[in-house]
């Protein structure tokens, strides 16, 4: 996270201080680099600039109206799993062409919608999806073009819950199953399969897991063309991780493109590709502050501001940020438990850290947290959600003002 450094001992965001904006604006507070973000965007632009590819940000991972139109004015198209998700991408001025629908679950609005708004590809997992889409494009006689998203077994050793390419998960058509699904829309008049795709998890560290899935889908596609079906394009998705802990290693963007494009180099389909976390994830931090400090006979914890409503990762997948004091003070380390306020013992944002010794009052950073942070918060425990701003420079932008008490029950018939 070099956007996100120490200065003379106090940690800033680009050319502003964390501790101003925390100031300015209350904790809990997540806090963007404008210029994080367009350098990943680039980089995955540069990377791939010599293969004919489309880069299709996953809006999941962060889906901020302002975060969107950075993202999508350098030239990114969307990868959308809700029709909500669609409507964000159209209401800040993508074109439906540049939008690829992905998901196990979309329902006959959402399809229905999608087509009529001229969706560029949905991304079909079942037969069931299938029928549902052509019983649509015959009612409406609207062309659509789809992708059958293949499913291919590739265990990515990463945490079960977001491993998404295993026959065990609800995702994707077996391939075996391919050519009988293919057969139900062939010379169908308003349904085109363009393409294959695959998503086979999130956060994977293994570049070779890439390669497999990209093999997978290249040896089919040919296979397929050879049948006579026009497969043009092969869809990967996204998964590419990133480092939550600065003692990690892990593949870099220029490395995962390399991956792939040993794999399809040499053969003629457009590569489609879906990253979020490694846009946004490094490009975002939560910041907290110190509201407690306990001891009981066997912990300490720190009691902060921020809880598992505003950062769910740590709970659900027992996932690790790294958190610093955003000023550095001259204190001994202590092993503590960084917890928040809501009566869950799953409230927590980090276990087992050393940390200078902490007061009341004192700021922390939670790092790497611009991915499913903002976009997974709740209410739980009538807790508002938090404020969101953008730095560029010195300029910071409030992107989502902080909800007001009033406005958690607006929506509730008494």
């Known amino acids: 996270m070099n956007h996100f450094y120490l200065r003379n001992g106090q940690f800033f965001c680009e050319d502003t201080s964390i501790k101003e904006i925390a100031k300015k604006f209350g904790t809990p507070i997540y806090i963007y680099s404008k ?21 299709c940000y996953a809006v999941k991972a962060n889906y901020n109206l302002s975060i969107l139109k950075e993202i999508f004015s350098l030239g990114l198209g969307a990868d ?28 006959h609005f959402e399809i229905e919608r999608a087509i009529k708004l001229g969706v560029g590809t949905l991304n079909v997992e079942s037969l069931s999806e299938l029928s549902m ?12 073009s789809i992708n059958l998203r293949i499913n291919p077994n590739i ?17 994707g058509i077996a391939d075996e199953m391919v050519k009988e699904v293919l057969q139900t ?14 998503h086979i998890g999130s956060q994977i560290l293994e570049l070779q897991r890439f390669a497999e899935a990209a093999l997978r889908l290249r040896e ?29 290693s892990v593949p870099s963007i220029e490395e995962y493109g390399q991956t792939l494009l040993n794999v399809l180099n040499t053969h003629s389909f457009k590569l489609f590709l879906e990253p979020g976390r490694s846009i946004i994830g490094n490009a ?9 400090l306990k001891q009981n006979r066997t912990r300490h914890f720190t009691i902060v501001d921020a809880a598992m409503n505003d950062l769910i990762r740590p709970c659900l997948y027992k996932a690790h940020h790294d958190i610093v004091p955003v000023e550095e003070r001259d204190r001994s380390l202590i092993l503590t438990d960084v917890v928040g306020p809501i009566c869950e013992t799953g409230d927590f944002l980090g276990l087992d850290r050393y940390l200078p010794e902490s007061m009341a ?20 425990n009538t807790r508002p959600r938090v404020a969101e701003v953008l730095v560029s420079g010195q300029e910071v932008k409030l992107i989502r003002r902080r909800e007001s008490l009033t406005e958690l029950w607006q929506h509730e018939i008494f």
């Open 220 to 248: 089919l596609g040919t296979d397929l063309k050879q049948m006579g079906y026009p497969i043009s394009r092969l869809d990967l998705g996204g998964g590419l991780g990133i480092s939550y802990n600065e003692k990690e």
């Open 155 to 171: 265990d990515v050793k990463t945490n079960p819950y977001i491993a998404t390419g295993l026959y065990g998960t609800k995702f």
């Open 284 to 292: 975002g931090a939560l910041v907290t502050e110190v509201i407690h």
């Open 35 to 55: 210029s994080a973000i367009q350098d990943n965007c680039r980089q995955f632009q540069r990377v791939f600039s010599g293969y004919p590819t489309e880069i």
């Open 80 to 107: 959308v799993v809700s029709i909500g998700e669609l409507e964000r991408c159209l209401k800040v001025g993508l074109s439906g062409s540049k939008i690829v629908f992905s998901g196990v679950g979309k329902s």
């Open 133 to 144: 889409i052509r019983k649509i494009t015959e009612e409406h006689k609207i062309k659509v």
């Open 361 to 380: 009052g004192d700021l922390l950073m939670i790092k790497t947290a611009g991915a499913y942070g903002s976009t997974m918060t709740s209410n739980y």
């Open 185 to 198: 829309v062939k010379n169908h008049k308003f349904i085109k399969v363009e393409g294959l795709a695959c």
